[in-house]
């Protein structure tokens, strides 16, 4: 019986596909992980920063908790891998895992926001975040802007989404969300107010305002980048700021050890803004040269 053209086709199209295959016998390429430095995955116990407020991440990055009378809100988490370590954190504060009521964050990276599906499911915290960062974390991070599928994480549900310059209100505590783009489309900032030694104390926890080897120039995905960055410099120029945090503390001249937080460096949010501004102009202005322009 003769054969169809259509069998035909796919009897040739096998043919070549195996001797393709013979000629190439390398192995496809090992998956690579996600590594960061020892510090962004040290450990440390719940460090006081004012009488409500506290760092329990790690060494290399920010989770910094506020409790109030009606329960406990987390900013930002750190690597995937650190959930046990902040809930048990958390007990180490008195606090069980029902009593973390808001998971808020800075931006939707793994080094941020990896652990906050887990804490989620764990305590029964809603998740806030803006529309930009709500689909990056129900991507678990994929299809980033600038780092394609590198940087993933378990995706996390966003209860509520929300809106620039909106209050986010727990018992006594309340926090100002500014959104402050650039580094991610879906960056945001926090502020709230705190006491240190019986004076009251205006918190800052700014997002990264760094651009790590990004496409500044005609970015085809993210078109506005750099009027962002400048808005965002900006937005916390402006902000009153007696105390800066950031999602990677070296960045505001902390040190986290195991045994206190330590500011010995202290940077304002004005500085902050400034460093940042400066490095980005003269990344600007390489790519500038770089393309002839």
């Known amino acids: 019986m003769g054969m169809g053209a259509g069998a035909a086709f796919a009897a040739m199209w ?25 510090a962004w995955r040290q450990p440390v116990a719940p460090l006081r920063i004012a009488e409500r407020t506290w760092q329990i991440g790690t060494a290399g990055l920010s989770a910094i908790l506020l409790q109030g009378s009606e329960g406990a809100v987390l900013i930002d988490g750190g690597m995937p891998q650190a959930a046990d370590h902040l809930l048990a954190n958390l007990q180490a504060l008195g606090l069980a895992p029902a009593d973390l009521k808001l998971i808020l964050h800075s931006h939707a990276h793994a080094d941020h926001v990896g652990p906050l599906a887990a804490l989620r499911r764990a305590t029964g915290a809603r998740v806030l975040s803006n529309a930009e960062s709500a689909r990056l974390l129900a991507q678990g991070g994929a299809d980033d802007i600038h780092f394609g599928d590198g940087l993933l994480y378990p ?67 993210y078109p506005r980048i750099v009027d962002d960055y400048r808005a965002a410099f900006a937005t916390l120029r402006a902000l009153p700021c007696d105390l800066l945090l950031t999602p990677h503390p070296d960045a505001s001249g902390w040190r986290f050890d195991a045994g206190a937080a330590t500011q010995p460096s202290p940077v304002d949010c004005r500085a902050y803004a400034d460093r940042a501004e400066t490095r980005l102009e003269a990344q600007l202005a390489a790519e500038r040269d770089g393309a002839g322009r």
């Open 14 to 38: 096998l043919a070549g596909a195996g001797a393709a295959a013979a000629q190439d016998t390398a192995p496809l390429p090992q998956l690579r992980a996600y590594e960061v430095p020892a």
């Open 155 to 221: 995706p996390v549900h966003v209860d509520r989404v929300l809106q620039d310059g909106e209050r986010v209100v727990l018992g006594d505590l309340a926090l100002l969300v500014h959104f402050t783009p650039g580094h991610t489309p879906g960056s945001m900032s926090w502020s709230w107010e705190d006491r240190r030694e019986g004076r009251a104390l205006r918190i800052v926890y700014a997002d990264s305002l760094s651009a790590p080897d990004y496409r500044l120039l005609d970015n085809p995905r």
